[in-house]
C-alpha cells in the first residue's frame, strides 16, 4: 500500500523558513517523480514544484520560484521542500504527491498524503 | 499567463449524468496536456479519479470516465450518485515539468 506522510509543518513568522519533510512506503521511490501541492483555507489547490525521481530536475510554479526548493533523498525515501522568506500567502495545507511517471509530473498525480498545515502570521 | 478554466459550481440528479470541463484561457486542449481529475471533500485530501486523459485510477468506479469534448478536458460521471458530491479540479501539464490545477468545480448532487 503506497503511504505518504508529511511532517515539518507549524507557525512561522513572516520571513521565517520552514522545511517540510513527506516520508514515502509502498512502492519504489526512486522510480517516480514527485510533487508538493498547496491549498490555502477556503481556496482550491495550486501546483507548487515537483523533482524528477533521480533529483536531477526540480521545477516551480512562479509563485514560489527563488524562495522553495524540493528535493528528495532516495535512500532514505524522503521528498523534502525548503520554505525561505515566507509570506502569509504562502499559509495552506501543503500535499505530498506522487507522480505517475518518473520524469516529471506529466502524467498526473496518483497518490496523495494526508497534508501538513503550513501557518504564516507573526 | 495561461489560465485553466473549470466551471465554479454544477448540479446533477441522483442516477443523472453531468460533464464538467477543462479549459484554457487561450487555446484548447489535447491529450498533449495530459489532463487529470482530483475529486476532494471538505477536510480531505484529494483523490485521483482520471489520469491521462481517459485512464481511470485504481478504485475509481466506471461510472467516471474522462475525455476530450471539443477544445477542452472533459470529466464524465455516469449515473451521479450521493457520494458524488465533491469539488472537483483538472490539471494540465503545461511542458517544461510545469503542471496548472484548475480553480474547480464544486458539484452538487440533488
Known amino acids: 500500500e503506497v503511504q505518504l506522510l508529511e511532517s515539518g509543518g507549524g507557525l512561522v513568522q513572516p520571513g521565517g523558513s520552514l522545511r517540510l519533510s513527506c516520508a514515502a512506503s509502498?512502492?519504489?521511490?526512486?522510480?517516480?517523480?514527485m510533487s508538493w501541492v498547496r491549498q490555502a483555507p477556503g481556496k482550491g489547490l495550486e501546483w507548487v514544484s515537483a523533482?524528477?525521481?533521480?533529483?536531477?530536475?526540480?521545477y516551480d510554479a512562479d509563485s514560489v520560484k527563488g524562495r522553495f526548493t524540493i528535493s528528495r533523498d532516495n535512500s532514505k525515501s524522503t521528498l523534502y521542500l525548503q520554505m525561505d522568506s515566507l509570506r502569509a500567502e504562502d499559509t495552506a495545507v501543503y500535499y505530498c504527491?506522487?507522480?505517475?511517471?518518473?520524469?516529471?509530473?506529466?502524467?498526473?498525480?496518483?497518490?496523495w498524503g494526508q497534508g501538513i498545515l503550513v501557518t504564516v502570521s507573526s | 499567463q495561461t489560465v485553466v478554466t473549470q466551471e465554479p459550481s454544477f448540479s446533477v440528479s441522483p442516477g443523472g449524468t453531468v460533464t464538467l470541463t477543462c479549459g484554457l484561457s487561450?487555446?484548447?486542449?489535447?491529450?498533449?496536456?495530459?489532463p487529470s481529475w482530483y475529486q476532494q471533500t471538505p477536510g480531505q485530501a484529494p483523490r485521483t479519479v482520471i489520469y491521462?486523459?481517459?485512464t481511470r485510477s485504481s478504485g475509481v468506479p466506471d461510472r467516471f470516465s474522462g475525455s476530450i469534448l471539443g477544445n477542452k478536458a472533459a470529466l464524465t460521471i455516469t449515473g451521479a450518485q450521493a457520494d458524488d458530491e465533491s469539488d472537483y479540479y483538472c490539471?494540465?501539464?503545461?511542458?517544461?515539468?510545469?503542471?496548472?490545477f484548475g480553480g474547480g468545480t464544486k458539484l452538487t448532487v440533488l
Open positions: 487561450s487555446g484548447s486542449v489535447s491529450t498533449g496536456y495530459y
Open positions: 509502498g512502492f519504489t521511490f526512486s522510480s517516480y517523480a
Open positions: 504527491a506522487k507522480c505517475q511517471s518518473g520524469t516529471s509530473c506529466y502524467g498526473g498525480l496518483d497518490y
Open positions: 523533482i524528477r525521481n533521480s533529483g536531477s530536475n526540480t
Open positions: 491521462s486523459t481517459n
Open positions: 490539471v494540465l501539464y503545461m511542458g517544461s515539468g510545469i503542471s496548472v
